[in-house]
T-cell receptor
Framework: GESVGLHLPTLSVQEGDNSIINCAYS??????FIWYKQESGKGPQFIID?????DKRQGQRVTVLLNKTVKHLSLQIAATQPGDSAVYFC????????????FGTGTRLTIIP | DTGVSQNPRHKITKRGQNVTFRCDPI?????LYWYRQTLGQGPEFLTY????????KSRLLSDRFSAERPKGSFSTLEIQRTEQGDSAMYLC??????????????FGPGTRLTVL
């Protein structure tokens, strides 16, 4: 079935540096992608989303890039802070309807002070 | 706090017992979702409601699981005859679905179930 996977399970970044978290998806029909951040003992927190008709979207310190040709999604976090340490999940869905999200296994980002 | 709330936050039960979890969505959100998350994995979809109607159920939702949203507001998830394999974090999310827009799902803090 369709799956969303992540290239790296863990990532350590020096505080203040930029980080990039990658994600691959297999369902070519997916047209809506979301990044969530999950801290220990908490539910996933929405970070940023992107539709399939876009290649890039920016938020506050975060940028999501979408490459539909190779079915690849990435999350860039600029000037990382200790509070960015968490597990990051990408998820995919259909844009309209969005009845359910399919999540990957997550990447644990650790910010080194 | 106007976010999604879930109760209880933790539940420890013995195998074979029944448990019920509650989710209160963000006010006026018409969609409500249940997911299950095991350690080290991403959340897995279980079921969702549009208002009071349950529109989709995953194959993960065995006949021991039942979810309701009787008045289109809060929802309950009941697990009967719990098994050790039911131990997981049960997450609830809600969204506002409107015509022509993508509805973002906002998650609650989850209920962690431990079956002994």
């Amino acid at each position: 079935g369709e799956s969303v996977g992540l290239h790296l399970p863990t990532l350590s970044v020096q505080e203040g540096d930029n980080s990039i978290i990658n994600c691959a998806y297999s369902n070519s029909a997916s047209d809506y992608f979301i990044w969530y951040k999950q801290e220990s003992g908490k539910g996933p927190q929405f970070i940023i989303d992107i539709r399939s008709n876009m290649d890039k979207r920016q938020g506050q310190r975060v940028t999501v890039l979408l490459n539909k040709t190779v079915k690849h999604l990435s999350l860039q976090i600029a000037a990382t802070q200790p509070g960015d340490s968490a597990v990051y999940f990408c998820a995919e869905s259909r844009e309209f309807g969005n009845e359910k999200l399919t999540f990957g296994t997550g990447t644990r980002l650790t910010i080194i002070p | 706090d106007t976010g999604v709330s879930q109760n209880p936050r933790h539940k420890i039960t013995k195998r074979g017992q029944n448990v019920t979890f509650r989710c209160d969505p963000i006010s006026e959100h018409n969609r409500l979702y249940w997911y299950r998350q095991t350690l080290g994995q991403g959340p897995e979809f279980l079921t969702y409601f549009q208002n009071e109607a349950q529109l989709e159920k995953s194959r993960l939702l065995s006949d021991r699981f039942s979810a309701e949203r009787p008045k289109g507001s809060f929802s309950t998830l009941e697990i009967q005859r719990t098994e050790q394999g039911d131990s997981a974090m049960y997450l609830c999310a809600s969204s506002l679905s409107t015509s022509g827009s993508t509805d973002t799902q906002y998650f609650g803090p989850g209920t962690r179930l431990t079956v002994l």
